[in-house]
């Protein structure tokens, strides 16, 4: 198998892999699926990620035809894989595995020092996925899906766990940098009361070192003295 940087022409290909990877793993409606599918990766919404540093699109091929693809995000020293998508009709052959460790590369490569993995809590084999590539479920984030919201695990690879301890109205209180989410500004990140991560009590504006401590139904974030916004619509990926 052979990995590359994605390329404009492979738009329609990458369309195709995604519908029908949606479609072998999800109960969702088609139109629902092929709604989210052009709003990710529409013409024009595409060529907006290949043109942005910090996302990396890697299309895999086997006898020059492409399989499946990968969509990463690089925030700092973090890169986070959104995406891992394999065409249906060649699941079972390992290639998820191996565009997995394709893609860690190449974000290494690029200075990344933590990977983390999204998935849907109700996607098995996804967590499962990731489970078996040595990563750790780290916490939980919400993500929207045709209007409702799922609750999406997040992963990390044990050794990029990090608790850095603040204080927080005279009691001490833990940030979780690798669980971190990417706003208009910077990032949002997870702060518990306990050092175990197991009571969540609000997230750490990383544009302006200030707490928020509260977030709507759809889990949109705004952080009221700088105006980071996390808004999130972003699918889990389809791993095989």
Request: net charge negative.
């Amino acid at each position: 198998m052979d990995v590359r940087e994605a390329t404009a022409a492979d738009g329609p290909t990458v369309r195709s892999i995604a519908v029908r990877s949606m479609e072998a793993s999800y109960s969702l409606s088609p139109s629902t699926i092929e709604n989210a599918i052009r709003q990710w990766y529409g013409v024009d919404r595409f060529a907006e990620k290949l043109d942005d540093d910090d996302v990396l699109v890697l299309v895999a091929e086997t006898d020059d035809e492409p399989v499946a693809f990968s969509e990463s995000v690089i925030a700092d020293d973090r890169g986070d894989i959104h995406w891992l998508h394999v065409a249906a009709m060649h699941r079972g052959e390992g290639l998820g595995q191996e565009l997995y460790e394709a893609t860690r590369d190449r974000l290494e490569d690029a200075g990344v020092e933590t990977i983390r993995g999204l998935v849907l809590a109700d996607n098995s084999e996804g967590n499962r996925f990731w489970e078996n590539q040595g990563l750790t479920k780290v916490g939980e984030g919400s993500v929207e899906i045709d209007g409702t919201a799922f609750v999406e695990n997040i992963y990390v690879d044990r050794e990029g766990v990090d608790v850095q301890p603040i204080v927080i109205d005279g009691s001490e209180h833990f940030i979780d940098r690798s669980d971190a989410q990417r706003g208009s500004d910077g990032e949002f990140y997870t702060v518990y009361t306990d050092e175990a991560r197991e009571n969540k009590y609000g997230y750490y504006c990383g544009a302006c070192e200030n707490l928020v401590t509260s977030m709507d139904a759809m889990g949109r974030l705004e952080c009221g003295e700088c105006g980071n916004t996390l808004q999130p619509t972003r699918w889990d990926a389809a791993y095989m």
